[in-house]
Each structure stands twice: as C-alpha cells, then as structure tokens.
C-alpha cells in the first residue's frame, strides 16, 4: 500500500489540477455592480410583441421543513397563484410564466444546492424570489456574477448591499426599519410613552440570535438611534421557536431601565414577548415595536389572549388585508377565494408575494419593451427595475423605490394593533424611511 | 470482521498482508471509480456536481466523527460546531490576512483540532450520556461566540462572505470547479482514516470503545488516547466546515448547526458505526434522502395543492427517522457491516454457510 500511496497522491493531484483547468467555465467573480440609472430607452413599436408559445420560468426557494416554514408557505402560496392568474389572463405578452420552487429547510447549504439546481437547468433563469435573510446573504455574490434578479423578501442589508448589486428587497431594511420606527417614537414620545416612562427612550432589543433576529443591529442603525439620542440598554436573545420563554430577558430590559422592546422576529417571535410581558404584568411598562413579519395574522394564532397584541407598532412598506379600497388587495383576495386558501394563509406573506411577482411582471415587461423578448436576461431586469422605480406594484399594494442605489422600497406606513384580529390601523401615512444602507 | 481470503491465496510478505487493494483488477477498478467522479462535470449535470460536492464534504465530517464515536466509542454532538471552527479560521485567514485557502485549510483543520482537544476534555471524567451532553456545549458555545466576540471581525450574527478559493488565477466558484478540491480532500482524509483505524492509534480506540477499564490495565493511556480521538474528529471536522464555507461562500453562526450534527450522527448509524465504509455508505444515502424529500416535496403540492403543505413540512425529517429507525430495528450496525456480509458470502461461494 504504502508503494502505491505517494504515487498514487501525487497522480490524483496532478490529475484534479488539470481537470480543475479544463472544467467548464464559469463566470469569472466580478466586483459588485454599483446600481446606476439604466441608458437604454423603450424602443417604440408597432405594439405589445405576441410571445405566445414561449415559456417564462421564476424560480422561488425557501424554508418550507424549518423553522421558517409558518411564513414560507404562504408567501409560496401566493407567488404560485399569482404567476397562475397571470396565465389564466393571457400570460405576459402572450408567454407563458412557469414558477418552480425548491425547499432549503431554513439551510444555506441547500439553498446553495437549489440554486445550483436553478442555475443547471437548460435556460439560464433570469428572476429568482427568495425568502430568507441568510439565504439571500449567501447567494448574493452568485446572483451578481451570474446576472439574476433576485426579489428578496429577506431583508438583511448586508444581502443587499455588501459584495451585491442584483438583490433587490420587497420591504426595507431591518435596519432602516428600526431607525424608522424609532424616529417616529421620539418625535411621538408624549403619546405614545409607557406611563411612568421618562422622557429618553431606552431601548432593549430582544431577538432571535440568527442573521435575521439580529438583522437590524448593524453599525448604522446603533449610529443612528445613537443621533436620535435613543440609548440601547439591554440586548437579550431568545429561543427561535413559539414556546420560547422571554422572561429573563424582559426582566433584564426591565433592570436595564428599557422602556421600549424591538424584537426583529416573525409573528411567533413577538406573540411569545407579549404574551410574557402581560403574564409578567409589565406590558404597560413598555412600548413593544417590531418588524413587518411580526405584525401579521399569525400573531394571534400565537397570543395567548387577542387583547395581548393591542398596542403593538410594525412598518408596513405594503398594505393590508383591510385595504379592501384599493384594487390591488381587492385582486389577492379574490385570488385567494378563488384558489381556497385557508384561512391561516390570509396574511402578509401571501398578499406581499402576489405584489412581488407583479412586480417582476412589470420589471420584465419594461425589459421586454425595451431590450426586446431575444434579448431579455437578468441584466435587464435589473435594469428595468431601476428604471421603473418609484413603481407601485398591484395598483399601490407594494411601494418600491430602487433609484439613488437603493435596493429596497423608501417609503412605508406605521400601523399599530389597536383591536381584534386585522385592526392594523394607520398610525403614520406613507412616509420616507432612514436610508441606513451599509457604508451609505 | 475477519478477513476471508480465497483459498490458497497466501501472503508471502508484510506488505501483502497489509495490502488494502490487493489484485490489480482492484486497482483498475478503484482508478476507473476516481476518474469517473474527476470526469463528472463533463458529463453531469450542475445540480448532480453540486450534490456529490455536497456528499463529499459531509463524508469528510463524518469520517472524523467515525474515529470519535465508531472507532473510540465517545459519542459528540459538536461536530457541527468544529466545522463552525475549521469555516470561520479559514474565511478568516483567506479575507482578512489574504492567505491562500490551501494554506488556509490545514491551519483551518489543525485550529479546529485544538478547540476540539477543549471540549474533549471532560471525556475522561465522563461517558455515555453526560458525554453527549458536554459536546453539546460545543454546539451552544461557539455559535455564541461568534455572535458575540470580536463584532468588527467576526461581524455578530450576519457572519461572513468568504472568498473562493484561487490556485495560479484559477477559481474554484463553480460545483464544476470546486469538486476537484472537494473529492482530492476526501481521498486524503479517506486514506488517512483508513490508515488510522488499523494503526497502533486505531487498535488503542477500538480497546477503549469495547472495554477502557481493560484497556487501560493493559498500558492504554486513556486520556491521551480520547484526546487525539477527539482532537482527529475536530480536525476532519475543520477541514469539511473550510470546504463547506468556501463554498457556501458565506458562513454565520446558523450555518452548520445542531441539527447538522445530529444528522451526522444517523449517517454513522445508517452508514455503520466503527466501519470504513460507513461513512461514506451512511453519507450517501442521508444525503439522497434529503435530496429525495426536497425534489418530491414540491411534485407532492402539485398533486394535492391544498393540503399537502403541512405534510411536505413533515417529509425530511420523516424520511431521515424513518430510516434510522428501520436500521436500528432490522441493521444497526449499518450498511458497511451488510456490504462486508455480501462480500464474505461471495468470497465463500458456494459454501456461504
């Protein structure tokens, strides 16, 4: 054996280097592509092209046997429908859209491999809708070098913004959420202060202790509440998971003299804080402000009592279920009879997804449009999204805005709980949000 | 297992008898097997690439599990956390200090090695059960820390974006192209484990996993003995959590978990605990079923749309504890010890009884 051994090394190296030289190619790694206003103009034509017979894939992957699996399905769910109903109207200029989803199991590994899977299938994808901040983080650079949007609605800056340039988010920031959330409270404060509360806020910020559940801590953000003169008192992590116990860390915040809690978290995530916080008899101690996933009908599948979810503040850069004003929400609800969704799904993930996938309707018709059907990749979506940015997908459900190099929207509403289940009710109109990109 | 042999075939050298690959058929066949797998990005599709990319550095992770609870009999719930270790040292080295990742790896390895000597150390004071248990620590500890510690450097829960790695201007940033590395590693790290389990090192395992009281009455150091074992497992742990990152190209805290670990620990069941074949038998077929449960899941909504969501959900993990039951029940000691009993019963043709 051992005769054979260094040969047989020195042969295997040899051999795997100069395979390694005469692999396929792949596309060398490019430096991030800085988001610049596309040169191109619409081409005038004769009329919509007729592309009909063609075939139009979006590709979509996330966590559907993790611990991400509660938001995961609806907002497949959604996109499914939506690219259906786009079919069932005649497709997109006559071409059919074909939607394929890949389960990751909440992994980076297999989100990894799903892309791979994506990428080596025949035509190269030219959109792909991801949902979770970890994921959209590793695949970043990957959708650079090979040219494909992705719509994210895992909204990690350092996704966006950090080695990227074709992550393009379908809320904003957590960071920008914070900040945004945090402004309002201190220019509110007198209304919205705890009782007993002084006039500094004093933040805890109680979270998961995953990319995500950490995604709106970042330098900016502390730099920014630090501007506002908000103080972080206390940081704490809990369980991700909706038996989670949260006592400690509120009486830590509470020893730390906090009198409001960000949690960054999904809607189990911020049910088990409030059901803790009436349980401990201090809800009125505090302020309780989360991100957009934890304001969701899924909160009062996890409160304790429905009463518990009173008061909680959220950003919403889209609208809501009780929206019924606008056509756009008019539109997701019939298709969510029409398709007898359950009732659990009638949240934010599946309403957002059928904004989301319109919105890469409108992104692709302005590349067709402008490229031309032949010419129509990834490249040009990006493109087009810049170019059609301010936009309001589906009649105004979802506000986007990725001009000045943003890649996630700049304008959101401030709701808060104020009853029972769906009273999300308007506390602060359409407003711009803190840009608080990373290095920005 | 005893080794059967033909009859009238005899050894007439040490050499021969230690000899793993002993015909040169064998040998033809194992070249045909390592060019077949070198070849693969010629003829395989991407995802086929990326799946035996993926399979080759968790056989690799698990090799070093096999010398820690198959061979030592120690059992861990860590070794996720070590290929924590081995990603983070090397993204590390490679983006901060602008090594190259192939000075990288082995620095990577030896670093996770020594973290993996840390948590070993309780193993003389305890077995079974509270073993388990202070592995776990790993597994809590090291995520925290690098949530925690050095925020500038290690950059809290959002972890890192790691570069791929460069040989002469060549990147690996393809499956196509990372595999060479990928399976170049494993044969070593196969030959090595190979080797280790028939050493004097491999010999002294195996005595401490069947009796380390009687071991130990026969001059086995215990303690130094359960801290190499340990200290290999970390450092083949190390190696596979390099690879994974770089080619994940992205590593945080969540990315090789418990779960991971846990997982690992059914490939060795499944695969064969104390077997060289196990881990890669035990790899292979965690890995497709995991495959599996991922391509079926969306064909399963497909046919039932409005129902099947909550059962997808169930899929992968019923696929992975369907099997480690059925294996427990019917083959626990893996496929490697029924791939053995095959290859026996030929050998002993026609009189296989």
Redesign the interface.
């Known amino acids: 054996m051992r005769k054979y051994l260094f040969p047989l090394l020195s042969i295997t190296l040899l051999i795997s280097l100069i395979l390694g030289a005469c692999a396929p190619a792949a596309t060398p790694t490019p430096t991030p592509v800085p988001t610049k206003a596309p040169t191109a103009t619409p081409v005038p034509t004769k009329g919509p092209p007729d592309l009909a017979g063609e075939t139009i894939t979006l590709y979509h992957f996330g966590d559907l046997s993790g611990p991400y699996a509660a938001i995961t399905a609806p907002l497949i769910h959604g996109a499914e429908d939506a690219v259906a109903a786009i079919n069932e109207a005649g497709g997109l200029y006559g071409a059919t859209l074909a939607i394929k989803f890949a389960d990751t199991a909440g992994s980076i590994d297999e989100a990894v491999a799903a892309y791979d899977r994506f990428t080596g299938e025949g035509e190269h994808p030219i959109v792909m809708i991801t949902y979770g901040s970890g994921e959209a983080e590793a695949l970043a650079q990957r959708f650079v070098e090979d040219k494909i949007v992705n719509l994210s609605a895992g909204l990690s800056a350092q996704a966006f913004y950090v080695d990227s340039g074709y992550t393009f988010g379908l809320g904003p920031i957590y960071a920008d959420q914070i900040a945004f959330i945090m402004e309002f409270l201190k220019e509110n404060w007198d209304t919205y202060k705890p009782a007993g509360a002084g006039d500094d806020i004093k933040l805890a910020y109680l979270s998961w202790p995953t990319a995500f559940g950490q995604g709106a801590l970042t330098d900016e953000s502390q730099a920014y509440l630090a501007d506002l003169g908000i103080e972080i008192v206390a940081q704490e992590v809990y369980d991700l998971s909706p038996t989670a116990d949260t006592t400690a860390a509120i009486l830590n915040a509470q020893a730390a003299g906090a009198n409001v809690i960000w949690t960054n978290t999904l809607a189990f995530g911020t049910s088990v804080i409030l059901n803790d916080l009436n349980a401990l008899g201090l809800r009125d101690q505090f302020v309780v402000a989360a991100d957009n996933w934890a304001m969701d009908l899924a909160t009062y599948a996890f409160l304790a009592n429905p009463a518990y979810g009173v008061g909680l503040i959220a950003p919403y850069s889209y609208l809501w279920w009780t929206d019924m004003d606008n056509p756009g929400v008019q539109y997701a609800q019939q298709l969510f009879e029409a398709n007898e969704r359950t009732a659990g799904e009638h949240n934010v993930g599946y309403l957002l997804l059928i904004a989301g996938v319109d919105l890469a309707m409108d992104a692709m018709k302005l590349a067709i449009d402008t490229v031309g059907y032949e010419n129509l990749t990834g490249e040009a979506v990006h493109d087009a999204l810049i170019a059609l940015s301010p936009h309001q997908a589906l009649h105004g459900a979802l506000r986007v805005d990725y001009s000045g190099g943003s890649r996630s929207p700049r304008e959101a509403q401030i709701r808060m709980i104020q009853g029972g289940p769906d009273a999300f009710v308007v506390i602060q109109d359409w407003t711009e949000i803190p840009d608080l990109r990373p290095g920005g | 297992m005893a080794i059967l042999r033909p009859a009238g075939e005899f050894d007439t050298h040490y050499?021969r008898d230690?000899?793993?690959?002993r015909r040169p058929w064998q040998?033809w066949l194992l070249f045909a097997f390592?060019?077949a797998l070198?070849?693969l990005?010629?003829y395989g599709?991407?995802?086929l690439?990326?799946?035996v990319n993926?399979i080759g550095i968790t056989i690799i992770a698990v090799q070093g599990l096999n010398l820690l609870t198959g061979y030592t009999g120690q059992i861990s719930l860590g070794q996720a956390a070590f290929m924590t270790t081995g990603g983070y040292i090397s993204a590390l080295l490679v983006n901060n200090l602008g090594w190259s990742f192939f000075a990288a790896l082995p620095v990577a390895a030896l670093g996770a090695g020594i973290v993996g000597l840390i948590f070993g150390l309780p193993s003389l004071r305890v077995k079974g059960f509270y073993l388990v248990m202070a592995t776990l620590a790993a597994q809590f500890i090291i995520?925290?820390f690098t949530?925690n510690a050095f925020p500038d450097v290690l950059?809290?829960?959002?972890?890192l974006?790691v570069q791929?790695p460069v040989?002469f201007g060549?990147?690996?940033?393809?499956?196509?192209?990372y595999i060479?590395?990928t399976?170049?590693v494993l044969?070593?790290s196969t030959?090595a484990a190979h080797n280790v389990s028939r050493s004097r090192l491999g010999r002294a395992f195996v005595a401490i996993r069947d009796n380390d009281l009687a071991a130990e009455v026969l001059g086995v150091n215990l303690f130094k003995h359960k801290l190499q074992a340990f200290f290999l497992a970390a450092v083949y742990a190390g190696a596979a959590g390099a690879l994974?990152a770089h080619?994940?190209?992205?590593l945080?805290?969540?990315?090789f978990n418990l779960t991971d670990s846990v997982f690992y620990m059914g490939m060795l069941v499944v695969g064969g605990l104390g077997l060289d074949l196990g881990p890669i038998f035990g790899a292979i077929i965690v890995e497709l079923l995991?495959?599996g449960?991922?391509l079926f899941?969306?064909f399963f909504?497909s046919l039932f749309?409005?129902t099947a969501?909550g059962a997808?959900?169930?899929?992968?993990?019923l696929f992975f504890g369907i099997t480690l039951m059925l294996f427990l029940i019917f083959e626990p000691r893996g496929l490697a010890h029924r791939w053995y009993l095959v290859k026996a019963a030929w050998r002993l043709r026609p009189f296989s009884h």
């Open positions: 050499a230690m000899a793993t690959i040998w390592i060019l070198y070849t990005p010629f599709s991407q995802s690439v990326s799946l993926r995520p925290w949530r950059n809290r829960a959002q972890g974006n791929v040989l060549f990147e690996f940033n393809s499956p196509q192209r060479y590395l399976l170049t044969i070593f030959i994974a080619n994940i190209r992205h945080n805290s969540e990315t995991i495959e449960a991922t899941g969306p909504i749309p409005s969501a997808v959900q169930a899929l992968r993990p």
